[in-house]
């Protein structure tokens, strides 16, 4: 069993439960990980994942090893057939099965390129690993996908809602940066939000700024982020650089930034965003601080998300 998107879970809303009976118990299955090795391999910076990870990890028994291939790994070609007289050191195929020989599951955070569309959307990282790995694959933000963040949402959002309602509005919006930033966790989100039974969902950004429509499908578009706001349960916030302008920053409309006025127009809602996040560009300090904003405990979700995506993967091996 690999983890690489969120559509590897049959059914979300055992998996968020079962997540919620790991996070009131977590070293219930210390001996499920005993003498097994995790392999975390980053090609980008992470405080989270890579801490939330190793930690559920750990609450399961296992062995963890961690690299940084920016600064300390050999740069790596994913091209088969390639002539390697340039950048690149070694195959993808030498290293993949290499590493599969030291460990029992592999981690890997690769992130979006945002030159290259084709290549982003095609995954070549993740996709090299889950092509010459003999183990299982887990994603901890490829170029397109965060599926362990999206089911830390959808765990936070189980913990959240309101009672009283039958379908809590979820939105999904778009916020300026000062740096072009990848689609991954939007994309996530709203891949976990197709699987939610009975939530209302729409995503606002501003015109242009769509996503690719082949994962957002059917699902509504509103480009007036005041009216998208109204009546939500929860803000789900996440800037992306621009998908048909690929990887350009073609907006930065401080408008957009979420504050206390628009967070008004809301049902008392929640803010959320995975984080890291860029304080009054994204969001305000008195919304990111205030009482409604569940980015603290939504942070810590990631670990009960990875320990079961983890023992599940275990339990199979
Ligand atoms: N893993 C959570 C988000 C990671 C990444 N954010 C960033 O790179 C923010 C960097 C900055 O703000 O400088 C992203 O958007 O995919
Ligand atoms: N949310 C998240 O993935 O955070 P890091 O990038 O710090 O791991």
């Known amino acids: 069993m690999n983890y690489i998107s969120i559509k590897e879970i049959n059914s979300l809303s ?50 963890v ?17 390639a002539v390697m007289n340039s950048g690149a050191s070694e ?13 029992d599951i592999i981690a890997i955070r690769a992130f979006a390129g945002l030159v290259d569309k084709e290549k982003d959307y095609q995954e070549t990282v993740i996709s090299g690993f889950l092509k010459y790995a003999t183990v299982p694959i887990v994603n ?8 362990l963040q999206s089911l830390a949402d959808a765990i936070t959002m189980e913990e959240f809602k309101p009672r009283h309602k039958d379908k809590p509005k979820v939105v999904l919006s778009w916020a300026p940066h000062p740096k072009a930033l990848p689609q991954a966790v939007a994309n996530s989100f709203v891949e976990m939000m197709q699987l939610q039974k009975d939530m209302d969902f729409v995503i606002t950004h501003p015109e242009g700024y769509e996503l690719s429509p082949e994962i957002t499908k059917d699902c509504k578009i509103e480009y007036d982020q005041n009216k998208a706001f109204e009546n939500a349960d929860f803000v789900y916030v996440k800037n992306w650089s ?34 890291p996040v860029r304080r009054n560009v994204i969001v305000s300090d008195e919304v990111l601080d205030g009482e409604n904003s569940i980015v603290i405990e939504q942070a810590n979700n990631r670990t009960y998300s990875a320990q079961l995506v983890l023992q599940k993967i275990l339990k199979k091996l």
Not at 91 to 103: F, G, L, R
């Open 242 to 275: 621009n998908f048909n302008d690929y990887g350009k920053v073609t907006n930065s409309d401080p408008n957009w930034t979420v504050t206390a006025e628009k967070m008004a127009l809301t049902n008392n809602g929640k803010f959320m965003h995975c984080l």
């Open 140 to 147: 901890m933000e490829s170029a397109i996908r965060h599926p």
């Open 14 to 63: 055992k998996w968020v439960k079962q997540a919620i009976k790991i996070k009131k118990n977590p070293l219930k299955n210390q001996s499920l990980g005993k003498n097994k090795t995790l392999g975390m391999l980053f090609f980008n910076p992470s405080l989270r994942t890579r801490l939330s990870t190793q930690k559920a990890a750990l609450n399961l028994g296992m062995n």
């Open 91 to 103: 195959h993808i195929k030498e290293a993949a099965e290499v590493v599969s020989q030291y460990c």
């Open 65 to 81: 090893m961690v690299m940084n291939f920016t600064n300390e790994g050999w740069t790596l070609e994913f091209e088969d057939g």
